[in-house]
C-alpha cells in the first residue's frame, strides 16, 4: 500500500512541476466541445440532441491524448525496471499509475464538463447526469487505454498503434455511457446504463493492472 | 548464494555468449570483464529476470531463477544504464520516492545523509534536470547505502564518476562485502574493492 501511495504522489508531484501535459488534455476537451455548437449553429433541440455523443467523444479524445505519456517516460528513465523489482507487486504499482493519470485527465474533464454542457442547452438534472456517467467512465477509459500503452511502448510509431488499438476498445464505455445521458434527455431511467458501466469500471480495474503489468514485462525485455 | 550455470544467451538470432557459470557466496565480489557487445548487460538483465536465457540455470540460495520459490527479484539490487531518476525532482525527493517505490521507504535524514557521503549534501535540493552526468549517477548511487538488498547488480558504476567518488562508490562496496552481501559488477577498469574481488571474462 505505502509503495502505492509513493508512486501516485511521484507521479502528481511530477505532473505540478510540468502543468502543460495537464493542461493541454483539458484545454483540448473544452476547444473539442466548444467546436460543435459553432458549427452546427444555435438550434436549441439538434444541440440538445448531439450533446451527449460529443461531450462524450470529447472526453474520450482527451484522455487518449495524455495516454502516451503514461508509461513511456518511466520505460526511457529506467524507472520501470526499478517498478518491476519492487518488493511490492507489479500490478499494484500500475495500478497507482493509472489512479494518478485519471487524477489528472479524467477527473478535471469530469468535473468541467457540466460547463460545457451549458453550450449545448442541457438542463439541470441532465447535467447531473453527465457528470455521473463521466466519473464511473473516465476511469473505466484510463484503464483500458492503459493497457493498450503499455502493449504499445517501445514500439515505433507506438502513439498511433495506440489509438488504433484503444479507441475500438472504448466502444462499449461510450455507447452506455452517453446512452444514459440519452435516456435522461428523453425521460427514460438511466439507472441500466449506469449499471453497466459501473460492472465495466469494476472489471477493468480488477484485470486491467495484471494485464498491462504483463505487457510492461514484456516490454522490458 | 548465487549459482550460474551453463548460462547461453542469443540476442537477435546471434550467440553473445555460452556456458557462463559462477558461484557467487556471500561476502564475495565478481567484476565482470569483456570488450563491448559481448553481453555484459544481458547477462546482467538476465540475473535481474528482466530477459530470459536462451539455455542454463541461475539460482538463487538454491532456488531456480523462475520459479515461485525464488526470492532474487527482492533481494537485488539493480542499477543499470538507466538511472531512474526524474528530471523535475530534486535528489532527495528523487531517492526518498525511488525507496518508497522499491518498497523500502527511507527517511528524509537518511536520504540526506547518503547524498552528504557522496558529495551532494549542497545539491540536495536542486532539480536533478541541472546536476551534470556525474552528478547524477552519484544521485542514483546513493541508493546503495539506502537500501538493505543482499545482491548487488551494478551496471557500469563508475562511468562519468571522478577520483575520489569512485573511492567512495568503492568503499560502499567493500562495506557491503564486509556484511556478507553480495556484488557483481561490469567495469572497462581495474578497481580495487578492498582487494576482495574476483575477476570473470565474458566472450572468447
Redesign the interface.
Known amino acids: 500500500m505505502?509503495?502505492f501511495?509513493?508512486?501516485l504522489?511521484?507521479d502528481l508531484?511530477?505532473a505540478l512541476?510540468?502543468k502543460s501535459e495537464v493542461l493541454t488534455a483539458v484545454f483540448f476537451f473544452v476547444v473539442v466541445a466548444t467546436l460543435f455548437p459553432l458549427a452546427i449553429g444555435p438550434e436549441p433541440d439538434t444541440l440538445r440532441k448531439i450533446a451527449p455523443g460529443i461531450l462524450w467523444v470529447g472526453a474520450m479524445l482527451a484522455s487518449l491524448l495524455s495516454l502516451g505519456r503514461l508509461f513511456a517516460p518511466d520505460y526511457?528513465?529506467?524507472?520501470l525496471?526499478?517498478?518491476?523489482?519492487?518488493?511490492?507487486p507489479l500490478p499494484v504499482?500500475v495500478a497507482a499509475k493509472v489512479t494518478a493519470h485519471w487524477l489528472l485527465s479524467g477527473l478535471p474533464l469530469t468535473l468541467l464538463s457540466p460547463l460545457l454542457a451549458l453550450q449545448f442547452g442541457l438542463d439541470t438534472s441532465t447535467m447531473g447526469v453527465l457528470l455521473l456517467s463521466l466519473l464511473v467512465g473516465t476511469p473505466l477509459l484510463s484503464f483500458i487505454g492503459a493497457v493498450g500503452a503499455a502493449l504499445t511502448l517501445g514500439v515505433r510509431g507506438g502513439e498511433v498503434l495506440l489509438s488504433l488499438l484503444v479507441l475500438p476498445l472504448y466502444i462499449p464505455a461510450l455507447v452506455f455511457g452517453s446512452g444514459a445521458v440519452e435516456a435522461q434527455l428523453s425521460g427514460l431511467e438511466y439507472g441500466a446504463q449506469m449499471s453497466i458501466l459501473m460492472a465495466m469500471l469494476l472489471l477493468a480495474g480488477f484485470f486491467g493492472p495484471w494485464a498491462c503489468a504483463l505487457a510492461l514485462?514484456i516490454a522490458?525485455? | 548464494m548465487l549459482s550460474v550455470a551453463e548460462l547461453s544467451c542469443v540476442r537477435a538470432g546471434h550467440t553473445l555468449f555460452r556456458g557462463v557459470g559462477f558461484d557467487l557466496a556471500p561476502g564475495e565480489c565478481l567484476h565482470l570483464e569483456g570488450g563491448n557487445g559481448v553481453g555484459k548487460t544481458s547477462l546482467l538483465r538476465i540475473l535481474a529476470g528482466f530477459s530470459p536465457a536462451a539455455q542454463g540455470q541461475v539460482r538463487w540460495q538454491g532456488q531456480l531463477l523462475g520459479s515461485s520459490a525464488c526470492r532474487l527479484n527482492q533481494d537485488l539490487l539493480y542499477l543499470g544504464h538507466q538511472l531512474a531518476l526524474k528530471e523535475e525532482l530534486n535528489a532527495l525527493e528523487n531517492l526518498q520516492a525511488g525507496a518508497a517505490i522499491a518498497g523500502t521507504p527511507v527517511a528524509r535524514d537518511a536520504a540526506l545523509a547518503a547524498l552528504q557521503r557522496l558529495g551532494l549534501g549542497s545539491r540536495a535540493a536542486l532539480p536533478v534536470r541541472v546536476l551534470s552526468q556525474g552528478q547524477k549517477r552519484r544521485v542514483a548511487l546513493a541508493r546503495l547505502v539506502l537500501q538493505p538488498q543482499p545482491l548487488w547488480l551494478l551496471d557500469e558504476p563508475f562511468v562519468a564518476l571522478d577520483g575520489p567518488a569512485q573511492d567512495v562508490v568503492a568503499g560502499f562496496m567493500a562495506a557491503h562485502l564486509e556484511r556478507a552481501g553480495m556484488v557483481l559488477f561490469t567495469s572497462h577498469q581495474p578497481v580495487d574493492i578492498g582487494g576482495r574481488s574476483r575477476s570473470y571474462r565474458l566472450g572468447a
Open positions: 505505502s509503495a501511495m509513493a508512486v504522489q511521484r508531484r511530477l512541476r510540468r526511457q528513465d529506467g524507472s525496471e526499478q517498478m518491476a523489482l519492487s518488493q511490492a504499482l514485462r522490458l525485455e
